[in-house]
């Protein structure tokens, strides 16, 4: 049971849904078309307003993407095309909990497949490999047969901070930020549901997952372990909306598997096939990219050992903790002077495998003393409408902290770092890894104060 379920009862409880809550207008029964034009919601539980973008912008109007409407505020990190991009740290935050789809961070590794409104509905999806009952079946089937759900799901790019690391040496990625992160409400049906249905055969073990972008190493593709696809508490869906809207093209429209609590690289987009196998996914992408190859590989050895990128121990699933602080922002100078008795320093922290963050700690002095910061929880307010996933989380925490100005005046540096309930702590030194993957040391922003 989601925080809405459209089509099922449940035997324990009577579902709270959002229709019964104060967000009446959160949710109504128009067409996604209509959907995306609705705006100026309201509560602490709805999106962010948002109104899809209409305009195609100069820079795309001669790429592939030339079908893409797209927010000119989001940062473009791989020059026009393929579109990689994220949104300013400041802009991001203060969204707040969830992500509007115009900020939501995009990675896509070619051009972004057209599917034409009309279509949508249309778009087919196989399931096979090895299980007894392959299947094809429409978005409509998929919606028509299934229960839907919605729940709260942070993704993030396991690229994310990589900047960081590329300062130190360069990787074969490139420069994210620390803001390849955003949590958005999205709706789906469980992967699981799909899977059970075409009975998986006894020594069925992976699910194996392929979009229909083309690329030039093969369609992108990946996979995740089949027990986990078939744990309620792991939440992996197959979504069609986001926000309440239909997914945006950058975001995988028409369908797009949602992986929880693990890296964005698993939750594959434009969704044409599931492939149920025994081993782990033998695709280009699955094999050569998100991992975390040990710290003495260089890109020269990369270049040339391939034994490296076979091994699937070195296969990122799980997110790992991570933080980042957004106020102050990176080259922001701060005007203490007159100012009131407390500085309120603000970021994100988040950790993966459905491991919560129990605590976010700050230093003023490069790790000497630590102070904990208040961490507030947003999801716990979905969490309340919904006993499937009790146990787990799978969205960020925002974190706040009242620094006394004379502190703060004092400090060089002000840090962050964030331990989740694994007793998991984010590291004081970086892992540099040829990929640039997974980077979670202490998060740093220079103090500059006026005068
Ligand atoms: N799926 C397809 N088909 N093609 C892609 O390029 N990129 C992956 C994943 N799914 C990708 C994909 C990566 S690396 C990430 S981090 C997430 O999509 C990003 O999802 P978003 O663009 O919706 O934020």
């Known amino acids: 049971m989601g925080v809405h379920s459209k089509h099922q009862q449940s035997a324990i409880d009577p579902p709270v849904s959002f229709e019964s809550s104060a967000q009446t207008s959160l949710r109504s029964d128009t067409s996604p078309a209509e ?57 991001l935050m203060r969204e707040g909990f969830l992500t509007s789809p115009e900020l939501f961070f995009v990675r896509n590794h070619g051009p972004v497949p057209h599917v034409p409104d009309a279509a949508i509905l249309d778009w087919e999806f196989t399931v096979d490999g090895l299980v007894d009952a392959p299947l094809r079946l429409t978005l409509r089937a998929l919606l028509a047969e299934h229960e839907v759900h919605t729940y709260p799901i942070t993704l993030v790019c396991a690229g994310n901070r990589r900047k960081e690391q590329n300062q ?103 969704l044409k096939r599931l492939i149920v196998t025994d081993a782990p996914s033998d695709n280009w992408y699955h094999i050569y990219d998100n991992r975390v190859l040990p710290t003495m590989v260089s890109p020269d050895v990369a270049a040339n050992e391939p034994k490296w990128w076979t091994d699937e121990r070195y296969a990122i699933y799980d997110l790992s903790p991570n933080s980042a602080i957004a106020s ?3 080259g922001e100078t701060l005007s203490l002077v007159g100012a009131a008795e407390s500085y309120c320093a603000k970021g994100y922290a988040y950790s993966g495998g459905g491991r919560r963050v129990t605590r976010v700690e700050v230093s003023l002095d490069q790790g000497g003393t630590w102070r904990l910061a208040t961490v507030n929880y947003d999801e716990d307010k979905y969490r309340e409408r919904d006993f499937h996933w009790r146990d787990t989380s799978f969205c960020w925490c925002l974190w706040t902290i009242d620094l006394p100005v004379q502190d703060i005046a004092a400090a060089k540096d002000l840090m962050v770092r964030c331990m989740d309930e694994g007793m998991c702590a984010q590291p004081r030194d970086m892992y540099w890894n040829v990929l640039g993957m997974m980077n979670n040391p202490w998060f740093r922003v220079a103090v500059h104060k006026e005068g």
């Not at 893409?68 to 300013?88: K, M, Q, S, W, Y």
């Open 328 to 330: 102050p922002a990176h």
């Open 35 to 91: 959907r995306d034009e609705e705006g100026d919601r309201e509560g602490p539980l709805v999106p962010p307003p948002s109104r899809a973008p209409t305009t195609i912008l100069a820079l795309d109007k001669n790429t592939p993407d030339a079908h893409v409407p797209r927010d000119p505020r989001l940062i473009r990190l791989t020059g026009t095309h393929p579109f990689n991009c994220e949104a300013p740290l400041t802009a």
């Open 168 to 270: 130190v040496r360069k990787s074969n990625g490139f420069s994210w930020g620390p803001a390849g992160v955003s949590t958005a409400l999205f709706t789906g049906v469980a992967m699981a549901d799909v899977i059970r249905r075409a009975r998986p055969q006894n020594r069925a073990r992976y699910v194996c997952m392929e979009g229909a972008d083309t690329l030039p190493n093969g369609h992108y593709g990946t996979c995740v372990k089949l027990s986990w696809v078939l744990d309620p508490n792991r939440g992996i869906m197959l979504a069609h909306e986001m926000n309440f809207q239909r997914l945006r093209p950058d975001h995988g429209r028409p369908l797009r598997a949602v992986i929880p609590g693990q890296i964005g690289g698993r939750s594959v987009k434009w």
